[in-house]
């Protein structure tokens, strides 16, 4: 008999300590272990952290094998992991209808319980009386179930197995916005049962998600049909979320120990180098003790001071609970294990000589690790006064298993039994090395031969649809469609996967079914539900966006493949049926190789067949899945061509001579608007250009023409080629009897008069009588005047009066052809999206009730990076959102907030797409803001056009109403970023018909003027300050000096308005709040008391600031409350703690003695000082004062605080500033 060898000696000293400590609990029955001897519940996460430590040491055990017994007990413990993995699989089938249920409503009565009975595998505790929603526990259990299956070991023995794994991923791939009550079970650290959005569980998914892809779960033995799937966009959305968050682990919690398990061992989750650094750094700064790390600040968790009597905590006891929070050993052996992933040895020797001194020795030499070290409550007022300062005794489970196996686990790498290559066989740990850049396919694709002989006539050649054969091209539906059926079984009532929208990493794949590749087109290509893709330019800037989403996010093997389809619709086309130019400009940078800084690669299908990313669709097994998908294909093609008219039809529509009477309803869809723009700013101003003017007019109605000279027919035009052409859409299309509406030759000609200008006094007077007077109009007449008239605007009065009256079922005679009134608006949506009068477009979306594709996506992404959202008009009808919501439900909230006004309910919408789009790829821009006002972010576009165009509030909101999506998404980007931006006037190809542009104000026209202001002598500019007229502060006049004027007014508007605050702001608050009994701000009290609850970087703390600051009505005073907020908190940072008041502080009151003492120091007469106030009754010079130097708010603000606070003096009364 053979000697055992050193290694061998060791091992079996590690499988005699794994046996007394971890195996000998194991229930032979279930497989679980419990969490004693005494309490027979076996937590879900507690047993698969307790069982890695088996399966490393049968690693172990397999690759230092010496004699035949060291094979046996690889095996022996490689049977004990497997036991206890199907254990946990069984409980969790038990539950398989509320998996079902849990797919679809993420609520935490559905969700799958975190502990069983470790004797019978049955549920312990009923669904409300703990709480069961931990989505780490089941992504750890998804994550270590890939690893081991990929290390060897088969712990799925059946497909109905494989079907049920595949839901666990459905159960866990929504966790970037479903809250839970995470890794310590209790939610929000106040243990009031409130779930949250937990960092640990997002990153634990997240990885769980990207490790069981496409992994064959019978391992070398599988097939197709025990593979697993997911889809990239799942996992993609939970890194966006994680990056946002760290190193925050909840709206409680402003740090977490639990953290470590996200970014090293075992998740390895993120693959930001820096994010994991700084997240680290937070951990041990904030966390880390003697005896080991707390597991979060003011963890209350068998302390001395906590009530043993109660679960929860009240508020404001969380206090007492710093600087003596429990110490957890175990987060020294994952700091070890850290060390030894990333070759850090300094770390490694550093925790393990603090390991070694934690753990408890028994009388047979076995190592145990206590569950944590607790302060005497004898010790406790010491410990306060000195942190880490006095001796703390072991308490709780002895051992706690999950942290000895991370112990043993820890020893078995340090001594080289262990590669950490062979812990992490799916190479998890290498998520963050350096990615090659990646290169964008691109295939353009026309709808047809026409489309493709139009891009050649510029040089572009292209394929079309039927050219690509055998592949086959199909809308994203067709692919959300397919993936429904991926783990449906009936057998176990298992419906397959909820039928979410496909994102764009899993449509820029190749899909083989059968014997087919199949590709498909992008979600952002739809265009049947909401009007955004109608707008080309829209539409080309969110391709160039999804390149760049591609280039950033892909991480599949292959390269992306892009689909972009040219179609004969009437958004590729203008009305010389020609392609536009920005198409042709984006396809000519798609040639070049180059997009957005994007490497690209344009070029046919089959092409890219090779260099593509190539899915098998192997889960479509069952002769019904077949069925199913001939189904969906069938749907998609032979599904019967709308009879519904391209808008115009290409035959000429015989007119009468329309009548010049203005219609009874005139002007009532732009009454229905309720934007209002801030009273200072809509007062008298001065007169626009007439070149200007002449545009806007073009702009809102077109150029008139006279039809009495043709006899009510529309003239030919002539193009500036110098062909002659008709402005009807030149696609030939059969015409359809159902074609109600007459056409004309621009259907924006209004008589005289601009639809944007005010109707007549006696029309406004007699629609705001009420329903008496609305009895007089002659509803006969007015079907009369909509058989007349070819005028777009007097069609859509028209039908919103018959609308709101009548209802969308009344039936109406047009051309003696009954239709509903619905059709009609249907119809005239389509018309007004053809003409791009955006105005119309926007109040017909809201009349017909219609819902982008991505909304609750999109406000989802901005929820779940902690961003509030509200909507709706300020002060009356705003609502909050806190939380993801159903796509219905969102609908519902807008339509309700945003009242009658539906043009402004349609605009919500599509606001909250761009700021899901910025926030996606610039988050820098919503840098310290808390809560994204929808409704104020409108008035603040609606009172920026009207200072850039010197119009009137109502016209001003009518501008921005007839915006392009385009120019309404960069109008919004220039606001949020600050830049200055210009309006401009385009000509479109619809006869001179002029279109307003925004751009960016070029930053030599800004260097010049600003170096002729400096330029001018300061006491010239000191003197005029007494001539200014409050009117004139936002004017743009022709001299440099006005052009500036103004600009920090503005600038606190806009900051007010978006909610921007300092770096730092609101920590800064709270060191304020702890130095007095409480600030009160415009009546609103923020107590002392808000610092014993939360920590300063607790975002809940943050929200309770925001909230108190959001009552200030006026943006602009809001603003000064923020900057007396920062002189204060300059105070505290520079008193070195020497002062405190034990009084509240008025912020208010600082404010209007800042302004009282800057009055009395310009020496402004008093009738100008009258005319001059602004909101609260501050002048409107010091709003418009910059911050800094010597006159500045700051310094002003400094004074009026010296003057109102007992701060010392010297002998001479003066004050010692700090601040300055």
């Known amino acids: 008999m053979r000697n055992r060898s050193n290694s061998g000696v060791r091992l079996d000293y590690y499988q005699r300590l794994l046996n007394k400590t971890i195996l000998k609990y194991q229930n032979p029955v279930t497989g679980l272990l419990p969490a004693s001897e005494e309490n027979s519940h076996a937590w879900v996460r507690d047993n698969v952290y307790a069982v890695l430590s088996v399966w490393a040491l049968a690693l172990a055990y397999r690759k230092t094998a010496d004699l035949d017994e060291d094979r046996a007990k690889a095996y022996e413990l490689e049977q004990s992991v497997v036991k206890l993995m199907r254990g946990l699989l069984r409980c969790m089938m038990s539950q398989v209808e509320k998996l079902e249920r849990f797919k679809h409503t993420q609520h935490v009565n559905d969700s799958l319980h ?445 390269r992306p493949l892009l689909i972009f389809p040219v179609s004969t619709n009437l958004n590729y086309l203008d009305v ?218 007097e069609q859509a009065d028209i039908i919103h009066y018959l609308y709101l009256h009548k209802g969308p079922d009344w039936e109406i005679t047009i051309d003696g052809k009954k239709c509903y009134i619905k059709e009609l608006l249907v119809e005239l949506y389509e018309k007004a999206g053809h003409w791009k009068h955006w105005g119309l477009v926007r109040h017909t979306a809201g009349l017909l009730k219609k819902r982008v594709e991505e909304l609750a996506l999109a406000a989802t992404d901005l929820l779940v990076r902690q961003k509030q959202l509200s909507v709706g008009l300020p002060p009356d009808r705003e609502r909050v959102i806190m939380r993801p919501l159903p796509p219905d439900e969102l609908a519902k909230i807008i339509f309700d907030a945003c009242g009658e006004d539906l043009s402004t309910a349609s605009l919500t919408q599509e606001l909250l797409i761009y700021l899901a789009m910025f926030i996606r790829t610039e988050p820098k821009l919503f840098n310290e803001m808390l809560r994204l006002r929808v409704g104020l972010i409108i008035q603040v576009m609606a009172s920026e056009l009207a200072r850039t165009l010197k119009c009137t509030g109502d016209e001003a909101s009518e501008h921005l109403m007839n915006l392009s999506p385009f120019e309404m998404k960069t109008l919004l980007h220039h606001i949020l970023s600050g830049k200055e931006f210009v309006i401009s006037t385009e000509h479109t190809n619809v006869e001179d018909e002029c279109r307003l542009s925004v751009s960016t104000k070029k930053v030599g026209e800004e260097a010049t003027e600003f170096a002729r202001l400096s330029r001018k002598p300061h006491a010239k500019m000191q003197k005029s300050i007494h001539h200014i007229d409050p009117n004139d502060l936002e004017k743009d006049d022709e001299g440099v000096e006005s052009d500036r004027q103004g600009q920090w007014l503005r600038r606190r508007r806009l900051d007010g308005a978006l909610n921007r605050v300092p770096v730092g702001f609101y920590p800064r608050v709270w060191k304020v709040l702890k130095m007095c009994h409480g600030l009160v701000i415009e009546g609103q009290h923020l107590p002392h008391s808000l610092t014993r609850e939360m920590t300063p970087g607790e975002f809940k703390f943050a929200l309770h600031v925001e909230m108190v600051l959001n009552r200030i009505p006026q943006p602009e005073y809001r603003q000064l409350m923020v900057e007396a907020l920062m002189v204060l908190t300059l105070l505290t940072e520079n008193d070195n703690s020497k002062l405190s008041f034990s009084t509240l502080i008025y912020v208010d009151k600082i404010v209007q003695t800042a302004n009282a003492i800057y009055l009395k120091d310009q020496k402004i007469p008093s009738d100008v000082m009258e005319h001059s106030k602004g909101a609260a009754g501050i002048s409107l010079h010091f709003y418009d004062t910059a911050p800094s130097g010597r006159f500045g708010t700051m310094s002003y603000l400094c004074r009026a605080l010296a003057t109102i606070l007992p701060i010392p003096v010297d002998k001479d009364a003066n004050v010692d500033c700090a601040v300055s």
């Not at 026409?450 to 690509?468: A, D, N, R």
């Not at 086959?472 to 039928?499: H, W």
């Not at 007169?687 to 043709?710: M, N, Y």
Request: aromatic fraction near 8%; hydrophobic fraction near 35%.
């Open 576 to 793: 010389g049926h020609n392609p536009p130019g920005a198409l042709i400009g984006t396809i000519k940078k798609l040639q070049s190789g180059y997009i957005a800084g994007t490497r690209v690669h344009l070029g046919n299908l089959a092409d890219f067949v090779t260099t593509s990313c190539i899915t098998k669709l192997s889960f479509l097994r069952d002769p019904s899945h077949s069925e199913e998908v001939k189904h969906f294909v069938g749907d998609i093609f032979n599904r019967i061509p709308d009879t519904r008219p391209r808008l115009l039809s290409s035959s000429r529509i015989k007119t009468r001579p329309r009548s010049h009477s203005k219609s009874s309803v005139h002007g009532i869809v732009r009454r229905s608007r309720s934007i209002q723009v801030d009273p200072a700013q809509a007062k008298e101003r001065v007169p626009s250009p007439p070149s200007l003017q002449e545009s806007l007019k073009k702009f809102e109605r077109g150029i008139t023409v006279d039809r009495e000279q043709s006899g009510g027919v529309p003239i030919p035009t002539t193009s500036a080629h110098g062909r002659s052409h008709d402005v009807e859409f030149p696609i030939q299309r059969p015409h359809s009897p159902n074609l109600h509406l007459k056409g004309s030759l621009h259907p924006l000609h209004y008589s005289h008069q601009s639809p944007c200008s005010s109707s007549s006094p006696q029309l406004f007077h007699f629609f705001h009588q009420g329903t008496k007077q609305e009895s007089i109009i002659n509803v006969d007449e007015l079907v009369e005047q909509l058989n007349n008239t070819e005028v777009l605007h």
């Open 114 to 558: 975190a502990k069983y009975c470790s004797k019978t595998g049955k549920t312990v505790v009923g669904d409300q009386a703990w709480g069961h929603l931990q989505i780490d526990a089941t992504s750890l259990y998804i994550l270590s179930l890939a690893q081991m299956t990929a290390s060897g070991l088969q712990i799925i023995f059946t497909l109905d197995e494989v079907s049920f794994v595949q839901n666990l991923i459905f159960y866990i791939e929504t966790a970037y916005r479903t809250p839970d009550y995470g890794i310590w079970e209790r939610g929000d650290k106040t243990n009031h049962g409130l779930p949250e959005l937990n960092s640990s569980s997002i990153g634990m998914a997240k990885a769980a998600l990207e490790a069981i892809n496409e992994l064959d779960l019978f391992g070398a033995r599988g097939g197709p049909l025990s593979v697993v799937h997911v889809l990239p966009d799942e996992a993609q959305q939970c890194q966006a979320i994680l990056l946002s968050m760290l190193p925050r682990e909840s709206n409680s919690k402003e740090i977490d120990a639990a953290l470590l398990t996200v970014i090293s061992f075992p998740a390895f989750a993120v693959d930001d180098g820096e994010k994991v650094e700084e997240t680290r750094d937070s951990i041990v700064t904030k966390l880390e003790g003697k005896y080991g790390f707390c597991r979060f600040l003011r963890d209350g968790y068998k302390t001395a001071r906590e009530d043993p009597n109660r679960l929860h905590y009240e508020p404001w006891e969380l206090q007492v609970f710093e600087r003596i929070e429990c110490q957890w050993p175990m987060f020294f052996a994952l700091f070890v294990l850290d060390g030894l992933f990333n070759g850090r040895e300094e770390q490694v020797k550093k925790y393990s000589e603090k390991l070694d001194s934690v753990m408890i020795k028994t009388d047979e030499g076995i190592h145990l690790l206590p569950e944590l070290y607790a302060v005497h409550k004898e010790m406790v007022e010491q410990e306060y006064k000195t942190p880490n300062s006095q001796k703390r005794e072991a308490i709780g489970r002895l051992p706690h298993r999950w942290g000895q196996s991370l112990y043993i686990i820890s020893k078995l790498v340090q001594e080289g039994f262990l590669s950490p290559g062979e812990l992490d066989p799916l190479n998890r740990r290498l998520v963050s090395e350096p990615k090659p850049d990646i290169v964008v396919q691109v295939v353009i694709l026309a709808e047809d031969e026409f489309i493709q002989s139009k891009l050649w006539e510029h040089g572009i050649k292209v394929q079309t649809m039927e050219e690509v054969r055998p592949l086959q091209v199909f809308p994203a539906s067709v692919l959300t469609q397919i993936y429904s059926l991926l783990g449906r079984n009936k057998k176990m009532g298992l419906t397959g996967r909820p039928k979410n929208e496909i994102g764009l990493l899993a449509t820029s794949k190749l899909y083989t079914y059968r014997d087919q590749i199949l590709a498909f087109i992008p979600q952002t290509a739809d265009e049947h539900q909401f009007y955004l893709p109608k707008d080309t330019l829209l539409k080309l800037d969110m391709f160039a966006n999804d390149v760049g989403f591609l280039s950033s996010y892909w991480g599949s093997l292959g």
